[in-house]
């Protein structure tokens, strides 16, 4: 019995000619809102995940905030952390805040005091870098078109009692210039040769021990507090705590938008399933009388209906993956050339994977539920019969 009644359920949906087309609707309606909840979120989370790498690869994973040490006490400390982290690039360094003169031009900066014959930055790793280094816009502000062109740096911390307290300053040639495509570090991030700042504060000091790579934050404190070292643990996320909570945020009204939508789908698949159960209504009456339970109908209905639902959101999601795939090995750019990252990536986790199945599904299930449960409060199967044989 339950064989035939699938077996009639399905011949009725797709092959009688009076078939309810709305349904054929609704369904192309999930297919379309997996395929685009996962083409989505894997758009979204690949400019994401790239926009903090840029980020990640010019200011580090994490910074050791330290009070003013000297350089031998920080080498020490530096030795036994690339012992604990040696998948890291841990680099010192002593930051300080800066005015930039060029002219009768002046610009603040935040200068990076580093070794430029020891390990750099990421974004340095393939530039020329003798004394000092530029972002491009800092260059584009201040009209530097060319390096080995002379700049100051200005410390109005640090000042000599020569004539009054004068601040002080020092000369350098400018070697190269960098580009993160990172707003907040190219407007005013600057590298300078380490022995240059120390002899602008005439200390040869670090305040900082910078982290490269993917990092754990307990790890690190719990390194620190075994070492013994006297800082401060800032992970990147700290800093930047508007721009994660800015791309969050997106992430989620992207896809409240999309479930909205989902949601409209839903409405259809609850039209078509009144006017489906309208038109075989005669036939579900002749099930009831041959024996079959009118809860068994609603259950075995449910079901098929929550198969249907499935097929589509499972086709829609390998449907966004191939899509997905065929951009990245491809390789081709779908955004305007104004854009850093032109092309969309695949980027997927379990959590994207989950939501674009699951929103679906969930939703459609509960329409049909809602359906299937008004269709037997009004139904009375024997009334039907009484009034057929009227």
């Given at each position: 019995?339950?064989?035939?009644?699938?077996?009639?359920?399905?011949?009725?949906?797709?092959?009688?000619?009076?078939r309810q087309r709305l349904l054929?609707?609704?369904?192309?309606?999930?297919?379309?809102?997996?395929?685009?909840?996962?083409?989505?979120?894997?758009?979204m989370g690949g400019l994401q995940?790239?926009?903090?790498?840029?980020?990640?690869?010019?200011?580090?994973?994490?910074?050791?905030?330290?009070?003013?040490?000297?350089?031998?006490?920080?080498?020490?400390?530096?030795?036994?952390?690339?012992?604990?982290?040696?998948?890291?690039?841990?680099?010192?360094?002593?930051?300080?805040?800066?005015?930039?003169?060029?002219?009768?031009?002046?610009?603040?900066?935040?200068?990076?005091?580093?070794?430029p014959k020891g390990i750099r930055?990421?974004?340095?790793?393939?530039?020329?870098?003798?004394?000092?280094?530029?972002?491009?816009?800092?260059?584009?502000?201040?009209?530097?078109?060319?390096?080995?062109?002379?700049?100051?740096?200005?410390?109005?911390?640090?000042?000599?009692?020569?004539?009054?307290?004068?601040?002080?300053?020092?000369?350098?040639?400018?070697?190269?210039?960098?580009?993160?495509?990172?707003?907040?570090?190219?407007?005013?991030?600057?590298?300078?040769?380490?022995?240059?700042?120390?002899?602008?504060?005439?200390?040869?000091?670090?305040?900082?021990?910078?982290?490269?790579?993917?990092?754990?934050?307990?790890?690190?404190?719990?390194?620190?507090?075994?070492?013994?070292?006297?800082?401060?643990?800032?992970?990147?996320?700290?800093?930047?705590?508007?721009?994660?909570?800015?791309?969050?945020?997106?992430?989620?009204?992207?896809?409240?938008?999309?479930?909205?939508?989902?949601?409209?789908?839903?409405?259809?698949?609850?039209?078509?399933?009144?006017?489906?159960?309208?038109?075989?209504?005669?036939?579900?009456?002749?099930?009831?009388?041959?024996?079959?339970?009118?809860?068994?109908?609603?259950?075995?209905?449910?079901?098929?209906?929550?198969?249907?639902?499935?097929?589509?959101?499972?086709?829609?999601?390998?449907?966004?993956?191939?899509?997905?795939?065929?951009?990245?090995?491809?390789?081709?750019?779908?955004?305007?050339?104004?854009?850093?990252?032109?092309?969309?990536?695949?980027?997927?986790?379990?959590?994207?994977?989950?939501?674009?199945?699951?929103?679906?599904?969930?939703?459609?299930?509960?329409?049909?539920?809602?359906?299937?449960?008004?269709?037997?409060?009004?139904?009375?199967?024997?009334?039907?019969?009484?009034?057929?044989?009227?």
């Amino acid at each position: 019995m339950n064989t035939s009644f699938f077996r009639y359920l399905v011949q009725f949906i797709f092959k009688a000619g009076s078939r309810q087309r709305l349904l054929f609707l609704a369904l192309a309606g999930l297919f379309l809102s997996s395929m685009a909840l996962i083409v989505l979120q894997s758009a979204m989370g690949g400019l994401q995940t790239k926009v903090i790498g840029r980020s990640k690869t010019a200011m580090g994973s994490g910074t050791i905030l330290l009070e003013s040490m000297e350089e031998t006490q920080v080498l020490k400390i530096l030795k036994a952390l690339r012992h604990k982290f040696p998948d890291n690039i841990i680099l010192p360094e002593y930051e300080i805040e800066l005015l930039l003169g060029k002219g009768k031009f002046l610009t603040p900066v935040v200068a990076h005091g580093i070794d430029p014959k020891g390990i750099r930055p990421p974004l340095l790793k393939d530039l020329q870098f003798n004394e000092v280094v530029l972002t491009r816009t800092i260059r584009e502000n201040l009209s530097l078109w060319q390096d080995q062109i002379p700049i100051r740096l200005i410390s109005p911390g640090h000042v000599d009692s020569l004539f009054e307290d004068i601040p002080r300053v020092i000369g350098l040639k400018v070697d190269d210039f960098a580009l993160s495509h990172v707003k907040e570090v190219d407007q005013f991030h600057i590298w300078v040769a380490l022995t240059k700042i120390q002899n602008l504060i005439r200390k040869r000091d670090l305040n900082r021990i910078r982290f490269f790579g993917d990092l754990d934050r307990d790890e690190v404190l719990v390194s620190m507090k075994e070492l013994n070292i006297p800082g401060e643990l800032v992970m990147w996320e700290d800093i930047n705590q508007s721009l994660v909570w800015a791309l969050g945020l997106e992430s989620h009204v992207m896809i409240f938008l999309f479930t909205a939508m989902t949601c409209l789908v839903s409405l259809c698949i609850t039209s078509g399933l009144f006017i489906f159960f309208s038109k075989i209504k005669k036939d579900l009456t002749s099930f009831w009388i041959l024996g079959m339970g009118k809860e068994e109908i609603g259950r075995h209905t449910s079901r098929l209906v929550l198969l249907l639902s499935f097929a589509a959101i499972v086709l829609g999601l390998f449907s966004g993956i191939g899509l997905l795939a065929f951009l990245e090995l491809t390789g081709i750019n779908i955004m305007s050339s104004r854009f850093v990252d032109r092309n969309v990536g695949l980027h997927l986790t379990a959590s994207n994977l989950a939501i674009s199945f699951f929103v679906p599904l969930a939703i459609s299930w509960i329409f049909s539920a809602l359906s299937l449960k008004i269709f037997k409060k009004e139904t009375n199967y024997l009334d039907y019969v009484r009034s057929v044989g009227q």
